[in-house]
């Protein structure tokens, strides 16, 4: 993932590509019920996926970390730079689905982010390290309560939405979306032309202009934004 | 509405409201589930009501919008100065019911605030932008993924209360309460009457003194009220 | 409880304390769903509990408050100081469970704080009492639209966890959690080492370290961190 | 509770008796999402009621029913002839309320019915006992997994609604409704009533009659229901 | 609509017409949760359709029913025969959406079903009726409990699906599904011959050939297929 | 799998397996909310497992049935005759997990029974066909429309409940429990003494005899019962 691309998508908003989305078809891009620990930090990388289960009290006991296989540890030590690390924690918030020491490790291996659809515990921790995070809500039991992980980087759901390892995840104030690798460079060039036209558009509406023929834009005002931004971008 | 009206509305809270309607009869008129962006306003008006109903692929994309008549945009654009748009969204939460741009247009219109049993998407935009906004949880998708909006002041539902256009929508740093717009003045007065009395019981109690006897007051203890009342508001 | 104790469960996180838990059998001890008003503050101390049943209208109008032997309102003044007010709303924040004057007298008798699987009311005023309370969600509906209370220091349960009176009930920015009494000391001081061992872990990792072999420690480590903590405390 | 009574109310629907008691203020008498196991039997009786807490790992074993004093199995041994036993499950049927030799028991001792909020386990034997049982849906783990009874008759709340000792708890096809004691016999009669006038009612709708003016009555119709009802019955 | 059309509908089952629709981007069709009381009837007319929101205690009472414009009274006397009334009842089963009473003047009207996503009450009464009536689950309260009817055929929603006025509405075994009506007719035709080919699937399944190559059909497989239907129906 | 332990744990019924279970400290065996077609059948064999996860429009269409190696497809003509055709579902019953043309194939290949935590379509052929087949309810719409059938034979959690290919899943009238396969063998055994233990019981307690001292048994009873066992079955 190049800058350009991490730069281009931590500038827009997660809405905006949600819309961009859907003019391509995909109308289950963001992950429901599913908000950052941080409101004020922004989230943009490839997604490493971590799997689990529902756990079983004979395989699920604090010895298991003690290998140093084990799913969840490996991902939080192999997890790419610059990526998300997705965790696919089956909408189950009654334990948690990691806390603040693993997370410590991902943002100390320069790691952009990690999400699940289960709940974090050690939150007040977390916020503490400024590193963008999200979940459905705090949760302080231990994972092997209910979670048993048991692979890396297959695809997997959360929040409701099909997540594809490398797919590219974004994460702002409002939550999480999830843009398909593929078409990840030209829906951030839309998104970005879209927000430029929203930001200008905010600022009429600001100024009292209505919204018809404004939002969306018929050709009158269309021709007169690109007439703006040649003046002020040209 | 009148000021007078709208002013004492805006200086009690929903939960003093609550009673009130409750020895009244009415015990359905806290949305459920329905919470602000910003628990620092206060939001009082007349209800504008947009009703939706669950999309449809082939009626709902992104061309509708250039239709002025669209109810979403027709509501947004004639919402009265003063009024509180209510949509029902059937507490459907996955898409969202509004964004920041249509939002800044009912500022923009002195609008008095808007309330769903969805979702708005740019939430942080709206939080910026300082308009009394209600919903349950923020949701990037756009309106068209899952709703259909229909028309527009006809009676709905929202938060699982009827809100019937008119009815006055009151909301605080804790939700959402719907008076019936025939008793809000008697409402209003008696909530006025109870907040007083209420802030009184407060400081006793702070000052050591027990609930019992006082919260309900007993004959003695609203003799003592009325007193303290009279000397200090002749 | 004495003041040992007390002090040693504010210093530990209840995530800390899951685990401790955890480790003696015990993996429901997380009040689920159950959020602090203000996540600031620490909570600690032995249960005091009051159970609800569904309201019935014939029963449960506002005349009832006027016993000062209704549940609700004895429950209040009784609650010993130092202890927690434990609710067992049946998880239903339709209507709340308390709201801020008695809330304000709890605080006012010394008590530690109160808990509900419900909502409570005039959460604003709650805010800035600087009082430990923990719900699901805001609620501005009087209890008896759909709350009985019904008695005081039975068994209940809250938040999907059993609650015994005298349990030590331990809330931090995270939500609560339940640690019977019989084990509370030892549970208490295995927590207050593990959090020390986490701290140093969690700067470890912070400058960088794996937590392949730290967390949890091999031999290495193990030693390591005794040495540490011995040339520290020692 | 006399004959007359069981038998009237075993003759009228739940639907009719909830509408008898919605007269009297009382709206919420219906159990929501409690079935019968088998819709062809009809149950009637008073309620004794035994109550779940949430389990705990270390309370709720096998062993605890060597004691002929716990609560489930002694509720099973000491429920009167002719009641039904109600139990507050928190409406949680990941674990059984009950099984089939236990409600064998309830059988052989003249008891009435089981009703939960939860689920029974063994359900294909419980179909073939032939006695009356409500419940959510089938779950076979034992109830110690999830639930710990904890006492017997006192209020509870099952499937949303208050049940009070000895309050009337009938059951048909379509589910539970629960009629306070003191009002049963005037209950029984309206509702007695109610189901004639229906039945004629129904008759004359079948033969192509219009509702307008006939259910509802007007006071044509309500004469001509008087007339054919004194020629009938006379 | 033509007795064709509803004799084609009502031979091919619900699923059947989810592919077809699907085949055509409609995706959200089957109205979720919604199940039949009689497994063994068919159902298929336009839709008329009755909209609910939540109840107020003022205005919802037992004397609304003597108007006979009440909308829900009305409804049922003015649903066309061949029609499918389909109601609103915002999910919401706590209390009747419609009883036995009204649905056997919908049967004597010659009606063809009734659809709601809330309840019936009196529902061992409708399953003797044998009118095609389809529901979330049994709910005895009197609809005034949570019900307020407001208006008829507008567009609704209905187990979180789209219904206007018109649409075609098919029922079977499984539950409901939704044709637009502009396409009703095609739908039917590709449906009939989906069935007649899913039919000599089945039988070849049956008969143990592999579904690989013959589900979805090869061209060889295809050849063949119209090779026996023409030697069958040819 | 032998032939004695399918014999043994169709023999025995889900409730005494969850039991038996229960006693080697597994809690969360039983599928929740997963119900049978026909509460008629009983199944029995080792579990091969086919896991969803959530639609992505561009990726879910009608054209991927075409390849044989979808893993749908290929998993309903690669499951070993004998086996249990288990399908993480997620949870979500809005689109099938398969329909009765694919479950005829598993029923033509020997299979021995199919279970989803969603739904299937075509229900009432299901039925039908008398094929042991569990669900959360009938859902028409293809299951493309919500779930990407994504790999075979891993790990997966079913109804809340961790399944691994291997593990005997056995399902009755009343659901489904799996059996870890390491401990099939000696579950299986026990469970048949307690069943026959537990006949024994019902048939005392049907005969009027006091649960006390009979269920759990004391020694008394135990000796009683082992006579009557070793004079029977000598």
Redesign the interface.
Known sequence: MDDTLRRQLCEV???T???AL?????????L??V?PIR?DLRMCGPATTLRA???????DH?GV??D?EHPQ?KA??TCPAGHVLVI?S??D??A?SA????I??LK?RACAGIVTDGGF?????IERLGFPAYHR??????N??HH?M??ID????CG????YPGDIVVG????V?VV?RAIAAEVAQEAIAMSRF?DW??AQ????R????L??P?PATRAEYEAWQASRFG
């Open positions: 908003s997660t809405a590509l949600c819309t859907f003019k391509r078809g995909l109308r289950n891009v963001f429901q019920d908000h409101a289960i529902p756990a079983r009290e004979d395989l604090l970390f003690a140093p540890r939080i030590d696919d089956r909408g918030a009654r948690a806390g603040d020491i693993l410590g490790r100390a515990r050690d939150t007040p921790a809500r705090p949760s302080a039991p231990t092997l309560v048993h048991v692979d297959v695809p997997i759901g409701g939405v099909a997540v702002d104030g409002e939550g979306v398909p929203e558009v905010a509406v600001a100024a009292g209505s919204i018809r023929g939002y969306p018929d």
